[in-house]
Nanobody, 121 residues
Framework: QVQLVESGGGLVQPGGSLRLNCAATGSIASIAYMGWYRQAPGKQRDFVAT???????NYADSVKGRFTISRDNAKNTAYLQMNSLKPDDTAVYYCHAQIKSTSTLLTYNYWGQGTQVTVSS
């Protein structure tokens, strides 16, 4: 079974940095893209950033210049480096990936379990 395992969340002061990791495990044939979304309490889940297997990136306007998404295709892992964090960045961050399974050769959307990021003094 394919799974996305996230790590790296936590509590950080405003202006600080965190790096989130998302590792895809299981019977993986290929990963078209990986990305991050976030959901603050009482709000909908919002797009943060995506990266294709070719390295093309896309960011929400609210994080441009502060967040950087990257990936290691050999490790099936994506990263989100978050700098200059603000209290408004507080949310549960979810990894998302579009993955083709080796067992079925079908492509599905997968979500991680979420990791909490809290920006507070």
């Amino acid at each position: 079974q394919v799974q996305l395992v996230e790590s790296g969340g936590g509590l950080v002061q405003p202006g600080g940095s965190l790096r989130l990791n998302c590792a895809a495990t299981g019977s993986i044939a290929s990963i078209a893209y990986m990305g991050w979304y976030r959901q603050a309490p009482g709000k909908q889940r919002d797009f943060v950033a995506t990266i294709t297997n070719g390295g093309s990136t896309n960011y929400a306007d609210s994080v441009k210049g502060r967040f950087t998404i990257s990936r290691d295709n050999a490790k099936n892992t994506a990263y989100l480096q978050m700098n200059s964090l603000k209290p408004d960045d507080t949310a549960v961050y979810y990894c998302h990936a579009q993955i083709k399974s080796t067992s079925t050769l079908l492509t599905y959307n997968y979500w991680g379990q979420g990791t909490q990021v809290t920006v507070s003094s």
